[in-house]
């Protein structure tokens, strides 16, 4: 499947993160406690990191 072979793979952002596990983490690049409101500025970086 896709993601077999995630190593090329990193997350870019990761929401509701005032309900995660202690333990629980990712890379990603930016973390939100709930749903962020920047929607517009994070859609333009995620675009232009996709290059």
Do not use: C, N
Request: no cysteine.
């Amino acid at each position: 499947t896709m993601l077999d072979d995630h190593a090329w793979f990193a997350p870019f952002i990761e929401t509701w993160t005032a309900e995660k596990l202690p333990w629980a983490a990712t890379p990603a690049v930016h973390s939100y406690e709930a749903l962020p409101e920047e929607y517009e500025r994070l859609v333009t970086e995620y675009a232009g990191a996709q290059k």
